[in-house]
């Protein structure tokens, strides 16, 4: 299945901080190219987290390319939002690595996505129970027989 990115992660490898900080200002200034090389260089990484956060190979290798795919308008978003100044609590600058700021989503994705998978599934195939779903009704005001 990662055959296909095998040769990208190859050809796109990790670079120093000075160049990624270089790349993520020109990518905020418009240029496309400069986005797209960014996301190439880090589609490494995520295939990196996922085999880390995905323990089932069999998952990993059914939800892997989606779980790749949803990342992507994530990392695009991070690119956007990604502060070139800025400074830690004393004033200082403190340049972080663009890995640093997108690990933690890239990796609550993944958990996100097998979470609600694991619910759906439950709930599939376990009988609905009543009072627990009052309560959780109830919880957002959406049970009728709370008012």
Known sequence: MWDAYQEVVRKYS???????????ALAQEGHQDSRDELL???VGFVIFRLHRKVFRREHL???GEDLLSETIPLMLGKIDSYDLAYRDQSG???PVRFVSYIWKDTRGRAHHRFAERAITRRREREPPRRGLDRL???????DPFSR
Do not use: D, G, M, V
Not at 14 to 24: D, G, N, V, Y
């Open 136 to 142: 959780a009704l109830k919880r957002f005001r959406l």
């Open 40 to 42: 190439l260089r880090h």
């Open 92 to 94: 200082r600058p403190k």
């Open 14 to 24: 990790p670079i120093s901080l000075q160049a990624e900080r270089k790349l993520i």
């Open 61 to 63: 290798r059914r939800y």
